[in-house]
């Protein structure tokens, strides 16, 4: 099973609200990944998690709020978000094995959208 | 850091036809190239991937090809169908880094190819 699962699918939020994505995988995956990918662009690299603590924040706003509460969930709080924010958020996930190469696994994706 | 490019931008193809889509990286520690597929609505999904000590790996109908002396890969798929229409990233990674005491791999990613097979 390959499988990363990622709720809401779709997210709707005003500038002022607090609202959090969710993402969970049970592929016993030791690195955890949040993307943001705006339309017709590649994935960015937001931040990267490594046996649950932040390895990599790629210099992100701070109203963008990781978390990573086991091994298998890893959530990303909004709060004070602007429109220019709306994308679709991707989690991945991969294994962490220092001497090969490993895979990243996308799930589905939260179309967020900023008012 | 690593920069990949990524050609064509768009490819418009008939059912049954040949694409081929290529990507050269310049980060010559780059040792791995995985490919994803990304249709409307939905996460990019790998299709296939190859190691620097490999030359070629085959899929069915999906085959990609490294050359590492002139830091480019390509993509081929044979046979297309309509379903194969999506848009396609490939992408390449240094070996892992070390950062705060743990390690990752950071994929860099190309700029994209719009696939359409006509039927």
């Known amino acids: 099973d390959t499988e990363v699962t990622q709720t809401p699918k779709h997210l709707v939020m005003g500038m002022t609200n607090k609202k959090s994505l969710k993402c969970e995988q049970h592929?016993?995956?030791?690195?955890m990944y949040w993307y943001k990918q705006k339309a017709k662009k590649p994935p960015e690299l937001m931040f990267v998690y490594s046996y649950e603590k932040l390895s990599i924040n790629e210099s992100v706003p701070s109203r963008f709020s990781p978390e990573c509460p086991n091994s298998s969930l890893l959530n990303l709080h909004l709060h004070a978000l602007q429109p220019e924010d709306s994308a679709l958020y991707l989690c991945?996930?991969?294994?962490?094995?220092?001497?090969?190469?490993?895979?990243?696994?996308f799930g589905p994706g939260t179309r967020l959208t900023v008012l | 850091g690593e920069n990949v490019e990524q050609h064509p931008s768009t490819l418009s193809v008939q059912e049954g036809d040949s694409a081929v889509i290529k990507c050269t990286y310049s980060?010559?520690?780059?040792?791995?190239f995985p490919w994803y597929k990304q249709e409307l609505g939905k996460g990019p999904q790998l299709i296939i991937d190859i190691r620097s000590n490999v030359g070629e790996k085959k899929d069915q109908r999906i085959a990609v090809t490294l050359n590492k002396t002139a830091k480019h890969f390509s993509l081929h798929i044979t046979e297309t169908q309509p379903e194969d229409s999506a848009v396609y990233f490939c992408?390449?990674?240094?070996?892992?880094?070390?950062?705060?005491?743990?390690?990752?791999?950071?994929?860099?990613f190309g700029q994209g190819t719009i696939l359409t097979v006509h039927p």
């Open positions: 980060d010559s520690a780059s040792n791995y």
């Open positions: 592929m016993g995956h030791r690195a």
């Open positions: 992408a390449a990674r240094p070996p892992f880094l070390n950062a705060g005491g743990t390690s990752y791999g950071k994929l860099t």
């Open positions: 991945a996930s991969s294994q962490v094995v220092p001497t090969r190469t490993d895979t990243q696994y």
